[in-house]
């Protein structure tokens, strides 16, 4: 059978001539390689679907609020139209979190009409899981047919990492999302030269950056380069496509920002993890080019700086994505991705200017090979689930080179290419399943011979019968997948919460040796104090992931004057959450060996577990007061807005190290009787890189009012000062 591959003589017709000139009228729009699916395609395409739906979905709840940290701002959002417009982190729009809000606005909506609880918050994210899947498989099929898309569907549906983050509350998943959406609407641009396809996509990144600023734009030189030189249109066309597409983009990544920028600072929450109260300030330095460099302004930490410079983030270098911290989580299929990402390329060398296919392989090779490459060399704060990213490009370049070889396998270098794929994929399959030998320590064994097995018979897969070539390639796919399966199930199984969480088995993202891929601790593995972002046996939501500092969190500077503040809104009330899961490790109360009501490094890291005197306590008269209490660091400061449903102050953002609100302001809300409590505690174990601003907030409040104790957290009553002995 004659494939789009395997074609040797040009069409018949004006374009057998060979690739049009620029100045020459744009070729009629090639059709796809496969316009009639055959019928086992569309349920094939339902059931894997529906099976990605009820993986993910399974054991769900087990994770609790996820990362509180986000969950606050979504009770807020559900609570206050203003808050979830600005993202705030409470119903009272003290202070926001540190990303722009995309992210945040479809689990709002979900809790609006659902009441919060743990599904209401992590079902949307599951949906956009599916949702990916779905992208990616149509984007694939296209060029390469429903085989190649539910290969590739089926890789990324079982990656660990997307396994994880798909059930995970952080911006992540979103992300993923749009940037598969703005590949696969690349594809259909290159493949009609239709306008419209290019705008959308701009469309799509800009509300990627919506969701995590800068990230979403690690991809746009690559589909720029794709579609200016491939798309089957005159160069003028492609320029004024180009520029269109870019309109598009500032204007739908670009409108709230504006937003936030003009209205005016003493009526809007206080821009969280920015030093002056400006979301283009945390855009362009601590989650823009400080994340590159290392130089977050006043950031916790810093990078490696080079290959074995073992920065506090974790070692850099072109082997980053398969160290020890990283490979378990993304890297099981990524030198089989490379091998027939080049195979294809190989494959396509002699096709047209324009040809489609070709473009496909670039469009997602070359977003795989960029975003790999700055996550590899990124000096700045980096987390192991980041990678989440790479997913859906390493997916359809697999599904897409896999297939366009099989084609060709009566072709010696194309099946002894397959061969090399399946057998790199196979010992690599072995490295990774070692590095957890407890976990299924037979499965590497099973995974080492299959693979060389089915490597074998796809070298001689040109000179067998179809059947023992068909089993080969089955016996090599399941090869290829038998690892990062174990480690996906290993993650459904179990919950995950905090701010810093890996996917697999225990010790999964841990370096070797005693210390997590030989980086300092804000990039350690779960092997770090406050670790295991998993839960433990019994139920309880578990700690925090892997014990560095979170993504977009800390920064620290000296005492500074910054914004006076907010005016926030009076008389905010929530309805009672659910139970709330959140206990980090190492935190809680001081029964649990960490600070009083605080999570993991003094609250960092997790919210605290919150018992029932507290929350009786914070719960009483709550309606009177703006906020019903004032805690320093979000983590802290969330778990107890999750237990009660009532506002609760974060007093210097994320980690405590935000100049918001400033002391006099501060005092200013206490004189009008606007915050009830006073938590003690928090921050980064309870003040020790607190900014002047929380610090000095805490020893005045310490200093001038009466503690009260309930349960095993510790409070400040702010309507009662102390009186002389």
């Given at each position: 059978?004659?494939?789009?591959?395997?074609?040797?003589?040009?069409?018949?017709?004006?374009?057998?001539?060979?690739?049009?000139?620029?100045?020459?009228?744009?070729?009629?729009?090639?059709?796809?390689?496969?316009?009639?699916?055959?019928?086992?395609?569309?349920?094939?395409?339902?059931?894997?679907?529906?099976?990605?739906?009820?993986?993910?979905?399974?054991?769900?709840?087990?994770?609790?609020?996820?990362?509180?940290?986000?969950?606050?701002?979504?009770?807020?959002?559900?609570?206050?139209?203003?808050?979830?417009?600005?993202?705030?982190?409470?119903?009272?729009?003290?202070?926001?979190?540190?990303?722009?809000?995309?992210?945040?606005?479809?689990m709002g909506l979900s809790v609006r009409i659902f009441g919060l609880n743990s599904w209401a918050i992590l079902v949307p994210e599951v949906l956009m899981g599916v949702g990916t899947v779905a992208v990616v498989y149509a984007a694939v099929r296209r060029r390469s047919g429903p085989a190649a898309g539910l290969i590739a569907g089926a890789v990324l549906a079982l990656t660990p990492v997307a396994a994880l983050m798909f059930r995970f509350n952080n911006p992540d998943a979103m992300l993923a999302l749009l940037m598969s959406v703005a590949c696969y609407l690349v594809v259909r641009a290159v493949e009609d030269g239709r306008t419209k396809w290019l705008v959308w996509a701009g469309v799509a990144i800009g509300l990627?950056?919506?969701?995590?600023?800068?990230?979403?734009?690690?991809?746009?030189?690559?589909?720029?380069?794709?579609?200016?030189?491939?798309?089957?249109?005159?160069?003028?066309?492609?320029?004024?496509?180009?520029?269109?597409?870019?309109?598009?983009?500032?204007?739908?990544?670009?409108?709230?920002?504006?937003?936030?920028?003009?209205?005016?600072?003493?009526?809007?929450?206080?821009?969280?993890?920015?030093?002056?109260?400006?979301?283009?300030?945390?855009?362009?330095?601590?989650?823009?080019?400080?994340?590159?460099?290392?130089?977050?302004?006043?950031?916790?930490?810093?990078?490696?700086?080079?290959?074995?410079?073992?920065?506090?983030?974790?070692?850099?270098?072109?082997?980053?994505?398969?160290?020890?911290?990283?490979?378990?989580?993304?890297?099981?299929?990524?030198?089989?991705?490379?091998?027939?990402?080049?195979?294809?390329?190989?494959?396509?060398?002699?096709?047209?200017?324009?040809?489609?296919?070709?473009?496909?392989?670039?469009?997602?090779?070359?977003?795989?090979?960029?975003?790999?490459?700055?996550?590899?060399?990124?000096?700045?704060?980096?987390?192991?689930?980041?990678?989440?990213?790479?997913?859906?490009?390493?997916?359809?370049?697999?599904?897409?080179?896999?297939?366009?070889?099989?084609?060709?396998?009566?072709?010696?270098?194309?099946?002894?290419?397959?061969?090399?794929?399946?057998?790199?994929?196979?010992?690599?399959?072995?490295?990774?399943?070692?590095?957890?030998?407890?976990?299924?320590?037979?499965?590497?064994?099973?995974?080492?011979?299959?693979?060389?097995?089915?490597?074998?018979?796809?070298?001689?897969?040109?000179?067998?019968?179809?059947?023992?070539?068909?089993?080969?390639?089955?016996?090599?796919?399941?090869?290829?997948?038998?690892?990062?399966?174990?480690?996906?199930?290993?993650?459904?199984?179990?919950?995950?919460?905090?701010?810093?969480?890996?996917?697999?088995?225990?010790?999964?993202?841990?370096?070797?040796?005693?210390?997590?891929?030989?980086?300092?601790?804000?990039?350690?593995?779960?092997?770090?104090?406050?670790?295991?972002?998993?839960?433990?046996?019994?139920?309880?939501?578990?700690?925090?992931?892997?014990?560095?500092?979170?993504?977009?969190?800390?920064?620290?500077?000296?005492?500074?004057?910054?914004?006076?503040?907010?005016?926030?809104?009076?008389?905010?009330?929530?309805?009672?959450?659910?139970?709330?899961?959140?206990?980090?490790?190492?935190?809680?109360?001081?029964?649990?060996?960490?600070?009083?009501?605080?999570?993991?490094?003094?609250?960092?890291?997790?919210?605290?577990?919150?018992?029932?005197?507290?929350?009786?306590?914070?719960?009483?008269?709550?309606?009177?007061?703006?906020?019903?209490?004032?805690?320093?660091?979000?983590?802290?400061?969330?778990?107890?807005?999750?237990?009660?449903?009532?506002?609760?102050?974060?007093?210097?953002?994320?980690?405590?190290?935000d100049p918001s609100p400033t002391l006099a302001r501060f005092k200013e809300y206490v004189a009008e009787g606007r915050i009830h409590y006073f938590v003690a505690g928090g921050g980064m174990g309870g003040g020790g890189r607190d900014s002047g601003t929380s610090a000095g907030i805490a020893s005045w409040v310490e200093e001038n009012f009466e503690e009260v104790t309930a349960g095993s957290a510790?409070?400040?009553?702010?309507?009662?000062?102390?009186?002389?002995?």
């Amino acid at each position: 059978m004659t494939t789009q591959y395997e074609r040797t003589d040009p069409p018949a017709g004006p374009s057998a001539a060979g690739p049009q000139p620029d100045s020459a009228p744009a070729p009629a729009p090639a059709a796809p390689s496969s316009p009639r699916d055959p019928r086992w395609a569309r349920p094939a395409l339902l059931a894997l679907l529906l099976a990605t739906g009820l993986l993910y979905l399974c054991n769900l709840s087990a994770s609790g609020y996820a990362n509180s940290f986000y969950s606050a701002a979504v009770q807020a959002g559900s609570e206050s139209w203003k808050a979830f417009f600005f993202g705030s982190l409470d119903a009272a729009n003290a202070i926001t979190v540190d990303k722009p809000p995309a992210s945040l606005w479809p689990m709002g909506l979900s809790v609006r009409i659902f009441g919060l609880n743990s599904w209401a918050i992590l079902v949307p994210e599951v949906l956009m899981g599916v949702g990916t899947v779905a992208v990616v498989y149509a984007a694939v099929r296209r060029r390469s047919g429903p085989a190649a898309g539910l290969i590739a569907g089926a890789v990324l549906a079982l990656t660990p990492v997307a396994a994880l983050m798909f059930r995970f509350n952080n911006p992540d998943a979103m992300l993923a999302l749009l940037m598969s959406v703005a590949c696969y609407l690349v594809v259909r641009a290159v493949e009609d030269g239709r306008t419209k396809w290019l705008v959308w996509a701009g469309v799509a990144i800009g509300l990627a950056f919506l969701t995590k600023t800068f990230q979403a734009f690690l991809i746009l030189p690559a589909l720029a380069l794709v579609h200016g030189i491939c798309a089957p249109v005159r160069l003028r066309k492609r320029l004024v496509q180009l520029a269109l597409a870019t309109a598009a983009l500032v204007a739908s990544g670009g409108w709230w920002v504006a937003v936030v920028e003009l209205w005016p600072a003493s009526s809007r929450p206080y821009v969280g993890g920015s030093q002056d109260n400006s979301f283009l300030e945390l855009t362009f330095g601590y989650n823009g080019l400080g994340r590159l460099n290392g130089e977050e302004t006043g950031s916790v930490g810093g990078g490696g700086g080079g290959r074995g410079g073992g920065g506090q983030w974790g070692e850099t270098g072109w082997d980053r994505m398969f160290g020890s911290e990283v490979g378990g989580q993304i890297a099981w299929l990524l030198p089989a991705a490379l091998i027939l990402l080049a195979g294809g390329l190989v494959l396509t060398r002699k096709a047209a200017r324009s040809d489609p296919a070709r473009a496909s392989f670039l469009v997602w090779g070359g977003s795989l090979l960029t975003t790999m490459a700055v996550f590899s060399y990124m000096a700045g704060i980096f987390h192991q689930y980041y990678t989440v990213a790479l997913a859906p490009y390493l997916a359809a370049v697999t599904g897409m080179g896999a297939v366009a070889l099989w084609e060709r396998r009566r072709t010696l270098w194309a099946a002894l290419t397959l061969a090399a794929a399946v057998t790199a994929t196979a010992a690599w399959g072995y490295v990774l399943l070692h590095r957890t030998p407890a976990y299924l320590p037979w499965l590497k064994w099973l995974v080492l011979a299959g693979g060389l097995v089915a490597a074998l018979g796809l070298v001689l897969a040109g000179r067998s019968g179809h059947r023992v070539a068909l089993g080969a390639a089955g016996l090599g796919l399941v090869a290829a997948l038998a690892g990062p399966t174990a480690y996906t199930l290993s993650t459904v199984q179990e919950g995950h919460s905090g701010s810093i969480v890996t996917a697999g088995p225990a010790g999964a993202g841990m370096g070797g040796g005693g210390r997590p891929g030989g980086g300092g601790f804000p990039g350690g593995g779960q092997n770090a104090p406050g670790a295991q972002g998993r839960t433990p046996p019994g139920g309880g939501a578990g700690g925090n992931g892997t014990g560095g500092f979170p993504d977009g969190g800390p920064t620290v500077q000296d005492s500074q004057d910054g914004q006076d503040g907010q005016d926030g809104q009076d008389g905010q009330t929530s309805r009672p959450p659910g139970r709330n899961q959140q206990n980090a490790a190492g935190g809680g109360g001081t029964e649990a060996g960490g600070m009083p009501g605080g999570g993991g490094m003094g609250g960092l890291l997790g919210g605290p577990d919150v018992d029932s005197e507290a929350k009786e306590l914070l719960e009483t008269d709550a309606g009177e007061y703006t906020w019903a209490a004032a805690a320093v660091g979000a983590q802290n400061a969330a778990g107890y807005q999750l237990a009660t449903g009532a506002p609760v102050m974060a007093i210097g953002g994320f980690n405590g190290t935000d100049p918001s609100p400033t002391l006099a302001r501060f005092k200013e809300y206490v004189a009008e009787g606007r915050i009830h409590y006073f938590v003690a505690g928090g921050g980064m174990g309870g003040g020790g890189r607190d900014s002047g601003t929380s610090a000095g907030i805490a020893s005045w409040v310490e200093e001038n009012f009466e503690e009260v104790t309930a349960g095993s957290a510790t409070f400040y009553d702010l309507t009662r000062k102390k009186t002389d002995d």
